[in-house]
């Protein structure tokens, strides 16, 4: 098989950012060979946050985004070329996931919205894009998400170990790999990943993020505001299940505040272990002791969400993608290259196991480019 070159794009919930990898398939889980990151300028991020949540005006203020968001694509992945000196015509296609602005996975109709216009990705690269991925697997009557389980079990499957890839972005999910091959993979959202604490560090220590989990390191956790937290449904509701910030919201946390009057470190160590906690309880429910659980995702940097996860988790392992291979920033835009090659190769992207959709289905929609590819 000759070795094909794609562009994966992702930039999630956590709305940090751009992050663009190259990979080149030479068979069937590709490696990686560049990467590129941007992030959201403030102005855009503001905007883009305030779409997540119903409000006056959505259209007039979505058709502008929708544009501005794919020039900010198109210009990270004119980064990317420029970097790993490869030329638009050499790349088979880019594989956009687009900014999510609203997943209702269970509202009747169910629907998901990502925006980045793929049209103008197309136009402004020269590269034929993929994208859309989501709506095609509600279509089917799935969640749209998560989506990137099928690429875990290609890329991260191991012939007698069982794994769990938990992917720690705004909000985390996790893919159980029963070692032994790509069958039998289920996954879903487990809940918040770093998207209240983000929230909460922005409130109070005016960053994006805390750093390394440092501010959480400083408060105690409070056993009683994490309980009724985790009284959440959404935690112990079976699966197929998929959530968003739009859940677990600042409106969200700010009802369960209501009843405490605690200092803010106090807040932040306790929504740290809601993330860690959330997690281990998912992966304990599975009841597949002995495990070996790898993250990938930001929250990988959080030192005292991963301290605490590992405390929860223990005796099972939990290693970083970076142990086995892919640095933990890089293995969703991978999977979204993968996912842009499924639907190329007329393959399906979902797992019905992980989404609920009533079939296997090949994702997205293909928006071809104007110039020539070399062949
Ligand atoms: N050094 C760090 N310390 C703590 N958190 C970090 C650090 N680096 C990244 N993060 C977290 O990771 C998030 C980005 O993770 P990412 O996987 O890109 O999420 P998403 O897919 O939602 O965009 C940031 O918003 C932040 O919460
Ligand atoms: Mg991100």
């Given at each position: 098989?000759?070795?094909?070159?794609?562009?994966g794009?992702?930039?999630?919930?956590?709305?940090d950012?751009i992050?663009?990898?190259?990979?080149?398939?030479g068979?069937?889980?590709?490696?990686?060979?560049g990467?590129?990151?941007?992030?959201?300028?403030?102005?855009?991020?503001?905007r883009?946050?305030?779409?997540?949540?119903?409000?006056d005006?959505?259209i007039?203020?979505?058709?502008?985004?929708?544009?501005?968001?794919?020039?900010?694509?198109a210009e990270?992945?004119h980064?990317l070329?420029?970097?790993t000196?490869?030329r638009?015509n050499?790349?088979r296609?880019?594989g956009?996931h687009g900014?999510?602005?609203?997943?209702?996975p269970?509202?009747?109709?169910p629907?998901?919205?990502?925006?980045?216009?793929?049209?103008?990705?197309?136009?402004?690269?020269?590269?034929?894009?993929?994208?859309d991925?989501?709506?095609r697997?509600?279509?089917?009557?799935?969640?749209?998400?998560?989506?990137?389980?099928?690429?875990?079990?290609?890329a991260?499957?191991?012939?007698?170990?069982?794994?769990?890839i938990?992917?720690?972005?705004?909000?985390?999910n996790?893919?159980?790999?029963?070692?032994?091959?790509?069958?039998?993979?289920?996954?879903?959202d487990?809940?918040?990943?770093?998207?209240?604490?983000?929230?909460w560090a922005?409130?109070?220590?005016?960053?994006?993020?805390?750093?390394?989990?440092?501010?959480?390191a400083?408060?105690?956790?409070?056993?009683?505001?994490?309980?009724?937290?985790?009284?959440?449904?959404y935690?112990?509701?079976?699966a197929?299940?998929s959530?968003g910030?739009?859940?677990?919201?600042?409106?969200?946390?700010?009802?369960?505040?209501?009843?405490?009057?605690?200092?803010?470190?106090?807040?932040?160590?306790?929504?740290?272990?809601?993330t860690?906690?959330?997690?281990?309880?998912?992966?304990?429910?599975?009841k597949?002791?002995?495990?070996?659980?790898?993250?990938?995702?930001?929250g990988?940097?959080?030192?005292?969400?991963?301290?605490?996860?590992?405390r929860?988790?223990?005796?099972?392992?939990?290693?970083?993608?970076?142990?086995h291979?892919?640095?933990?920033?890089?293995?969703?835009?991978?999977?979204?290259a993968?996912?842009?090659?499924?639907?190329?190769?007329g393959?399906?992207?979902?797992?019905p196991?992980?989404?609920?959709?009533?079939?296997?289905?090949?994702?997205?929609g293909i928006?071809?480019?104007?110039?020539?590819?070399?062949?």
């Open positions: 098989m000759k070795a094909e070159l794609y562009i794009l992702m930039s999630g919930t956590s709305m950012g992050d663009a990898v190259l990979a080149r398939f068979g069937p889980a590709g490696e990686l060979i990467h590129s990151s941007m992030p959201w300028p403030r102005e855009i991020k503001g883009l946050r305030a779409l997540t949540l119903p409000g005006d959505e007039e203020r979505l058709g502008p985004l929708d544009i501005e968001v794919a020039d900010a694509f990270t992945i980064a070329l420029r970097q000196g490869i638009a050499q790349v296609a880019v956009s900014q999510t602005v609203r997943h209702r269970n509202s009747t109709p629907f998901t919205l990502q925006i980045g216009d793929p049209n103008r990705i197309a136009e402004l690269t020269g590269i034929d894009v993929v994208a991925f989501r709506r697997d509600i279509a089917a009557g799935g969640q749209g998400a998560p989506l990137v389980p099928a690429y875990h079990a290609v991260f499957s191991h012939p007698s170990e069982q794994r769990f938990l992917n720690i972005g705004g909000i985390a996790i893919t159980r790999l029963p070692g032994g091959g790509p069958d039998r993979v289920s996954g879903y487990t809940g918040p990943g770093n998207t209240l604490l983000n929230h922005g409130e109070w220590l005016g960053t994006p993020y805390d750093a390394d989990g440092a501010w959480a400083t408060g105690k956790i409070n056993e009683e505001l994490l309980e009724k937290m985790l009284e959440e449904p935690f112990t509701q079976p197929p299940k959530t910030p739009e859940q677990f919201s600042p409106g969200w946390l700010e009802r369960h505040l209501d009843a405490f009057s605690l200092p803010p470190q106090e807040v932040q160590a306790t929504l740290t272990a809601l860690a906690e959330s997690i281990a309880r998912a992966i304990a429910g599975e597949a002791d002995p495990c070996r659980v790898v993250a990938c995702g930001g990988v940097f959080n030192r005292e969400l991963m301290r605490q996860l590992r929860r988790l223990a005796p099972n392992p939990v290693d970083t993608t970076a142990d291979g892919m640095d933990p920033s890089r293995v969703e835009a991978m999977a979204f993968w996912l842009a090659r499924q639907t190329l190769l393959l399906p992207g979902n797992l196991a992980v989404t609920g959709a009533s079939h296997p289905v090949v994702l997205g928006y071809p480019s104007a110039r020539q590819r070399l062949v």
